[in-house]
C-alpha cells in the first residue's frame, strides 16, 4: 500500500507555534504518549526523570548550531540573505540563498563588517561560496552571522535565541538548526538523571537546513531524503551492547538522535559509523537500535512526523497530535515535548 505525504497532515492553529522558548529550559509541558495502553497524558518536563530506569541509556545529539545566516548586498544594490549549510573547508561552504534573481559565478557580495563572498557555483541544490578573508570560515560566522531561525519564528533573532536555541551540551560545531528535544534539559535536570544511575552518551548528527524543506511528492516513495553529517562512535556501540545485556532501553534525546543511531545500525547490529545518511524513516521501517523517544511537535507532512509515525504507530501519533492541540501545547522548535514510552510492534 502507497504511503502518502498527505496521510500525515493534522490542522494547528497559528497561535500554537511558540514564537519564544518557555522562561526557563524546563519549564515545558510533556506529553506521554503511551503505546502500550494507547493512553495520552499531560505532564511536566521536570517529571522526565521519573519515566526513566536506571538500566535505561539516554543518547544525545551533541551537534551545536552555528550563526549560519548573513545578510549583505549585491554590487547592483540588491539585497541578499544567505543561509550556510555546510562549511567545506577554511574558507568555503555551502549555502541557501535569498535574492530577487539567483547571482551567477564570480558574483562578490558584500556581507555586514565589510566582508566579501564569491559565488562559486552550485552543488546540487546549494550553491557554492568562499569568503575573501584570511579568517576561517568559523570565525567569520562567529564575528557577523545571525542565529539561524526556522521559518515558522516570525521574527528576527535577539539575544535570547544565543543561548536558548543551543543545547547546554553543545560541542561540535556544523548544525543550522538545533536538536530541538535537547533544547528541554538544563544542567541540573542532568544531573538529576545521572544521579538515578542513568547512563548518559552522545552522538553527533549536523541538522541541515534540508531538515525543513517540504515533501515536494505525495508518493513518500519517491521523495529523496537530505543528506546530513553523522558520527556514531565505538564506545556508544558498546554502551548499547551494555544496555541490551542489562535489560534496559536505549532512550533516543530526538529524531536526530534516532537518525545517527539507525544508521549505523543498517546491517541489523549497530556499529561505528562516520559519514553522510540520507535515512528516510517511514511507518514501514523496523527500527533496530531505539527503545524509547523523546521529542517535540514536528510539521504537518513533514519526515520528522513521519519518523514519530514509525515509532508510535500512524494512527496512533495523528490522535497524540490532535489531543496536543485541544490541549493548547506549544508546537516546533520553542515548543512542549512528547515521550514515548515503546515503538509499535
Known amino acids: 500500500m502507497m504511503m502518502r505525504r498527505s496521510d500525515f497532515n493534522y490542522e494547528l492553529p497559528p497561535e500554537l507555534i511558540a514564537q519564544y522558548p518557555s522562561p526557563t529550559r524546563t519549564g515545558s509541558r510533556l506529553l506521554f504518549v503511551d503505546t502500550r495502553k494507547q493512553q495520552l497524558t499531560n505532564h511536566t518536563f521536570k517529571e522526565f526523570p521519573q519515566f526513566l530506569d536506571e538500566k535505561d541509556l539516554l543518547i544525545f545529539n551533541n551537534t551545536k548550531v552555528i550563526p549560519a545566516r548573513l545578510f549583505g548586498q549585491k554590487t547592483t544594490g540588491g539585497r541578499v540573505e544567505i543561509l550556510v549549510e555546510r562549511v567545506l573547508d577554511q574558507h568555503r561552504f555551502l549555502g541557501q540563498m535569498r535574492a530577487s534573481k539567483p547571482p551567477k559565478p ?4 558584500q556581507l555586514e ?37 526556522p521559518p515558522y519564528i516570525d521574527r528576527q533573532d ?88 542489562r535489560g534496559g532501553r536505549v532512550v533516543a534525546i530526538g529524531t536526530t538522535a534516532v537518525r545517527a543511531l539507525e544508521t549505523a545500525s543498517q546491517s541489523g547490529e549497530i556499529q561505528p559509523y562516520e559519514g553522510e545518511t540520507r535515512l528516510f524513516i517511514t511507518p514501514s521501517y523496523v527500527f533496530k537500535s531505539v527503545d524509547a523517544l523523546l521529542t517535540n511537535f514536528h510539521l504537518p507532512e513533514s519526515t520528522l512526523l513521519m519518523l514519530v509515525s514509525a515509532f508510535a504507530g500512524t494512527e496512533f501519533t495523528l490522535q497524540a497530535y490532535r489531543y496536543a492541540v485541544q490541549e493548547k501545547y506549544r508546537f516546533f522548535s520553542y515548543g512542549d515535548a512528547m515521550w514515548i514510552n515503546h515503538r509499535a510492534g
Open 106 to 109: 564570480e558574483t562578490a557580495i
Open 113 to 149: 563588517g565589510g566582508i566579501t563572498v564569491i559565488v562559486i557555483g552550485k552543488i546540487d541544490n546549494f550553491f557554492e561560496l568562499r569568503f575573501e578573508d584570511e579568517r576561517p570560515v568559523y570565525e567569520i560566522l562567529e564575528a557577523i552571522g545571525h542565529i539561524p531561525l
Open 158 to 245: 535577539d539575544n535570547i535565541d544565543q543561548s536558548r536555541y543551543q543545547t547546554v551540551y553543545a560541542q561540535n560545531l556544523g548544525a543550522v538548526a538545533a536538536p530541538t528535544a535537547g533544547l528541554h534539559f538544563d544542567q541540573t535536570l542532568l544531573d538529576e538523571i545521572s544521579a538515578k544511575g542513568i547512563q548518559q552518551t552522545f552522538v553527533t548528527l549536523h541538522v541541515g537546513a534540508g531538515t525543513f524543506s517540504p515533501i515536494r511528492v505525495d508518493d513518500l516513495s519517491q521523495h529523496v531524503m537530505h543528506s546530513e553529517w553523522v558520527s556514531v562512535s565505538e564506545s556508544v556501540c558498546e554502551q548499547i551492547r551494555a544496555t541490551r545485556a
